[in-house]
């Protein structure tokens, strides 16, 4: 019982990793929208970037799990809870990340900008390429155990989610959708989608799993 009750203070500590995370996921999101910038005006098919989304959305797992196995080792010993808490973390957020944000924050774009034409496709990695997804979230789970760090891979961590989203904006949206003119409301759609579940899976999940007197340290974007 004691183990999986948030300690006093954690919605404060919380809340300060949210504004820290802030300027950086904007950051990552803004470069994000000059790459799908790039990619639309090289004309790139748009389905040829679905194996790229999958291979980017593997990593994004993997990096999640180290990230989210990592920060609660450096808390708390418990070997099934941190595997538990890696795995949820890893594939249920980063498919929130990485799909469901996305798909649907592609789709508002479409509907408020009323195009009459083109749509999302809904693609579950996490089903379609479980091959793929599960093994890396494994991994991952394995070095957050034995190197509980965490600066660095969530740097990482916080890219991949923005490269991921962007790219399966445009690799499962209908080809006849024109996203140049919508760039700027995909930027919003981005940040919230690296912003949101990459705090939560990073930071917020695993520190609900952190008891009362634990030693806490700065915010781990201090040396982004």
């Not at 089903?127 to 965490?150: E, S």
Request: proline share 6%; glycine share 8%.
């Amino acid at each position: 019982m004691n183990e999986a009750r948030a300690p006093r203070g954690t919605l404060n500590r919380i809340a300060k990793e949210l504004r820290a995370h802030a300027p950086f996921s904007l950051l990552g999101a803004l470069m994000g929208i000059a790459i799908m910038a790039a990619v639309l005006l090289a004309r790139v098919p748009s389905e040829s970037m679905q194996p790229v989304f999958s291979s980017l959305h593997a990593l994004h797992v993997l990096l999640s799990a180290v990230v989210t196995t990592g920060l609660y080792r450096r808390y708390r010993s418990n070997l099934v809870y941190a595997v538990l808490i890696g795995l949820g973390g890893a594939i249920v957020i980063a498919t929130i990340s990485d799909v469901l944000f996305p798909h649907h924050g592609g789709a508002l774009v479409l509907r408020v900008t009323g195009g009459d034409a083109g749509h999302m496709h809904l693609h579950l990695a996490v089903i379609d390429h479980w091959y793929l997804v599960v093994p890396a979230a494994l991994i991952g789970v394995a070095i957050g155990i034995k190197w509980p760090f965490t600066k660095i891979s969530h740097a990482g961590h916080v890219l991949l989610s923005v490269w991921a989203s962007l790219f399966y904006i445009i690799a499962f949206s209908s080809p006849e959708v024109i996203w140049l003119p919508r760039l700027p409301l995909v930027l919003g759609v981005l940040f919230i989608a690296v912003w949101v579940p990459c705090c939560v899976s990073d930071i917020v999940f695993p520190m609900l799993f952190v008891k009362d007197g634990d030693e806490w340290e700065e915010p781990c974007c201090g040396k982004h």
